[in-house]
Structures are given as C-alpha cells and as structure tokens.
C-alpha cells in the first residue's frame, strides 16, 4: 500500500460569491493540449500528484463519520493525491469559506459533501468556473452545473429493497401490519425512501398501516419506537430507515418485550450486521446505504484530477452521475458487506 499524504486543515476564510458564465468541458489537472481523457485499465498506478480538498458535514451520526473516514483511507491508497480535509461542520457559512479557501488554494478538485445542497450551489460553481472540478456526494446541489460529477445513494431504491423484501416474506397475508419508523420527514430523501417502500409494498398488495418519524439519533429512535408500539398492539414486520437510530429502536423493542414481528433496517452499519449474523433479535435485515460514497469521490476526484476514466468502462470520460446500489442484508450475505459497514 502506497504510503498517503493526508493533511487536515481547519479553516473558515471569508469570500465573496461572484457567479459568472459556466465553464464547460474543463478538467483540472489535464495538460495542455491533451485530446482527452485516456481509459487506463490499471488506475491505480501512480500518476502526477493532485491535490483534492474534501469538506463534509460534522461527524455527529456513524455514517457521517464513516464517510469523513472511509474518504481518509482512499486518499492514503495513493501516493499521488494529497488530501486536505476541512474540519466537518453542519454550518453552511463557514463550509463555503471552506469551499472559498479550496479555490483560493488552487487545489485541483474538491470533493464535497453539502451540509445544505441548495446554500453550497453558489460556492460550487464558483469553483467549477474557476476549472476546479466539484464532486458532490449525497446531499446534490440545486444546479446541474455546480458539480462534475455526483455520487449518490439510492433512497428511493432503498424503499423498494426493504418493501420488496417484506413481501417476499409476508406477500401472501394480505392482512399483514406493516410498520415504518422513518427518519426526518421534512428531508427529501426520508420521503424517497418511504415513497419507495410504499410502491414496493402496493405491488404484493400491502400497504404501511402504522408510520411514525424518528430524526436519525438513537434518543429519537427510542421515542418513535416507544410510540408505535403503544398504538400498534399486533405487527408483523417494521422497517426503520437508519441504523444509527434503530440501536433506540431495538432498546424500545426490547422494553416492551414484543417479539411478534420481524425488523428491516437501514443504511447498514456494522452494529445491525452483527445483530443480523447473531439471529438473536427481531432485526433480521438491513439495507444499505454506502457510507462509501466519500471514499468514491475521492476515487473519481483524482481520475478527474489526472484526465484518467474508468478503466473498466468502454466511455472516455468518468461518468456524470453515479448512483449507488441498495442491496438487502440479511444472515445469508452479511459476511460479504460486514468489511465496509459503519459503526453505530
């Protein structure tokens, strides 16, 4: 393994916002006169140095912390990138003084995890403009020209997976109770996960009979749990859409001694892997939600950075969007997806 050059850097450095016409077609770090990008099948070769600035929120939730984690130990894969990680935090303004001293800095890419897709928009296109490609990961901008390329999970799929899962087990009991313990529900991606469990369930046939939200924290989890099960006396299956939460859950669960029902969670953290592997609780599944996605963008940063492609596609660029898979969990898989699961 490559030995990395990982700088931390805790700044917050004031700027103002100018947005003038997108540049388009530009890639940081490509030399003059290359006709494009190459499609190197070996990527992993040392290549000229990049540096790649990363900011993301504050890690006060398991899988925020794994994304600052995970996008630390891609960078230390290479010899070729320098990492610069601004100090996380859930403050839009200091994070796009951040973003500001990334441009400042010239650094070749920046890849950013929006604590506020729609308020870092402006910062990104400055940044693009400025021939700084933006790689934007889970939270999307409010612009299709604010970024390079955008990694994503899939919350909406996530929905589908655990939906279709409950019906592949309770599919033939059309009076089946199914529960669901959201998470935020003013946030764009908890309605897209029950949207997505909804339309899963209405195709065997069932339907949410009771719904309460959470907000992601163990506490709220708890509360939410505790509330459901009080206005629910019979249950036959509930999906709880994060597994930082569902550790409250299960503690609510567990006080209330009811064992009726069987549980999918969500996101995939290591705490609800084991739990599934023990077969010793009502959890018997999760799905996930790739607290990869900071590693990734840190992967196609520096592809973007040194004018490389996948090497494994035919296409000579690395693409706009990427979208990444929410597979169910359960005893029979844990084993493959337990080397990259977060902790709770």
Not at 46 to 51: E, K, N
Not at 271 to 297: C, F, H, R, W
Not at 298 to 305: N, S, Y
Request: glycine share 10%.
């Amino acid at each position: 393994m490559r030995t990395a050059r990982t700088r931390r850097r805790m700044f917050a450095a004031a700027g103002a916002l100018v947005v003038a016409g997108l540049v388009t077609g530009c890639t940081a770090g490509a030399e003059e006169g290359n006709s494009g990008p190459t499609n190197n099948a070996n990527n992993s070769e040392s290549g000229d140095t990049v540096t790649i600035g990363f900011s993301g929120p504050a890690a006060d939730h398991g899988w925020l912390g794994a994304i600052n984690s995970g996008a630390i130990a891609e960078a230390e894969k290479y010899d070729d990138v320098e990492l610069v990680v601004a100090e996380g935090t859930n403050d839009a303004n200091l994070q796009i003084s951040q973003v500001e001293t990334f441009i400042n800095d010239g650094v070749d890419a920046i890849v950013l995890l929006p604590t506020d897709g729609a308020a870092l928009t402006e910062v990104a296109i400055k940044a693009m403009e400025a021939g700084i490609p933006v790689i934007n990961v889970d939270r999307e901008f409010s612009s299709p020209f604010a970024a390079r390329t955008t990694v994503l999970g899939d919350n909406y799929g996530m929905g589908v997976s655990a939906g279709t899962y409950i019906c592949e087990k309770l599919g033939d009991n059309p009076d089946a109770v199914v529960a669901e313990i959201a998470g935020i529900d003013s946030l764009p991606l908890t309605q897209d996960r029950s949207k997505g469990f909804a339309d899963a369930l209405e195709d065997c046939g069932l339907e949410v009979s009771n719904r309460v939200a959470a907000d992601f924290t163990v506490q709220g989890g708890e509360a939410a749990a505790s509330q459901l099960l009080a206005a629910a006396p019979k249950i036959d299956a509930i999906w709880n859409h994060d597994d930082d939460q569902g550790v409250g859950v299960l503690a609510a669960i567990d006080a209330a001694g009811r064992d009726e029902f069987f549980m999918v969670g969500g996101a995939g953290s290591k705490n609800a892997m084991e739990a599934i592997k023990a077969g010793n609780s009502v959890l018997e599944a999760t799905v996930i939600y790739p607290s990869t996605q900071g590693a990734d963008g840190v992967a196609l940063a520096r592809l973007i950075a040194q004018n490389k492609a996948l090497g494994d596609l035919v296409e000579q660029d690395v693409p706009n969007r990427v979208v990444l898979y929410a597979p169910v969990v359960t005893a029979d898989n844990v084993d493959t997806y337990l080397p990259t699961a977060f902790t709770s």
